[in-house]
């Protein structure tokens, strides 16, 4: 399967040992010619894909299959609730590919959260295998999992979940003093920074607007430098434009650090900003859409 990447058009005049080709790349706009500091301009995202190289002023590109970053067979997980049983994943297989943005709509009660909480390791599946960059997950202990969790995942919630009684800096260093990392306040600004929140660092979350709450959980989730950043309905209590200021972070975060980014939204306009939306109903993935048109204009 391709990555569903929407790409601008670009002229690659030699292939290694092949015919000259239109290539698509990203993160570029018009057609660009040859030699002509292609490289430079593709991003990390990018490169997780691609490999592409200047030799004098001939352009070298290799196409190469994105790694998948998280697969997931078969997942069932149930729910037991005293006598009854809950199935909230009837058998979830799909497969996400590094760098890649995308999103998970659906009802209420279809699944969703669960299926984020099996792949952000909060949660083991019932059955089925789960494959988190090419290692299985699904038998770990929990205290490996609780690892694999603290360096590879970020998560932000509809509620933020914040600390009230300290500063957005004292919350973005949190995951820090957990993991015994150093220089937790530089570490923490400059997060803070990246989501334009420096001069409020001080600032208490009652201080701070949703929208801004909601960047200081961005800043919390990216300080461990996750590859994975799992958000479940991040713009549920946003006015619109915040919810687009902070689904411009993620992308912004998407296409710069190649962090792949997956959020869950009930709303069509946010699910626009990714590239490829999973839609699931009753604990399964009922349909998928790739290729969406709204990204990078
Ligand atoms: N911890 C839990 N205990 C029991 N049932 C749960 C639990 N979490 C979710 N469920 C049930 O699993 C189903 C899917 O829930 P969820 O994944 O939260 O859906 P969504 O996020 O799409 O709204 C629902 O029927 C829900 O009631
Ligand atoms: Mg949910």
């Given at each position: 399967m391709e990555p569903p990447l929407r790409y601008n058009k670009c002229k690659i005049s030699r292939l290694a040992g092949q015919p000259p080709s239109m290539v698509e790349f990203p993160a570029l706009t018009g057609t660009v010619a040859c030699g002509t500091g292609l490289f430079a301009a593709l991003t990390p995202a990018d490169r997780g894909g691609t490999v592409a190289r200047i030799e004098g002023t001939e352009l070298e590109y290799v196409r190469q299959q994105q790694q998948p970053i998280i697969e997931v067979d078969n997942i069932v997980k149930t729910y037991k609730m005293g006598r009854i049983?809950?199935?909230?994943?009837?058998?979830?297989?799909?497969?996400?590919?590094k760098g890649e943005m995308l999103s998970i709509m659906g009802p209420s009660g279809s699944g969703k959260s669960t299926f984020m909480n099996v792949i952000g390791c909060l949660d083991k599946p019932t059955s089925g295998s789960y494959r988190l960059e090419g290692k299985e997950i699904s038998k770990l202990s929990d205290n490996k999992l609780a690892e694999v969790r603290?360096?590879?995942?970020?998560?932000?919630?509809?509620?933020?979940?914040?600390?009230?009684?300290?500063?957005?800096?004292?919350?973005?260093?949190?995951?820090?003093?957990?993991?015994?990392?150093?220089?937790?306040?530089?570490?923490a600004m400059e997060a803070l920074e990246r989501v334009g929140l420096g001069p409020r660092a001080k600032h208490r979350p009652n201080e701070l607007s949703g929208g801004e709450q909601q960047r200081v959980a961005i800043a919390r989730a990216l300080v461990q430098k996750p590859a994975i950043i799992l958000?479940?309905?991040p713009t549920g209590n946003l006015d619109s434009k915040s919810s687009h200021e902070i689904m411009k972070i993620f992308e912004e975060l998407n296409r710069t650090d190649g962090i792949t980014i997956i959020v869950v939204t009930?709303?069509?306009?946010?699910a626009e900003h990714t590239r490829r939306i999973i839609h699931f109903r009753d604990g399964l993935i009922s349909n998928e859409e790739t290729d969406i048109g709204k990204h990078k204009d």
């Open positions: 049983e809950v199935q909230a994943l009837k058998g979830v297989t799909a497969t996400i590919r603290n360096q590879r995942i970020g998560f932000v919630f509809q509620s933020f979940n914040l600390l009230h009684r300290t500063s957005a800096l004292a919350n973005v260093e949190l995951p820090m003093v957990y993991s015994g990392m150093k220089h937790r306040k530089d570490k958000a479940d309905e009930h709303e069509r306009e946010i």
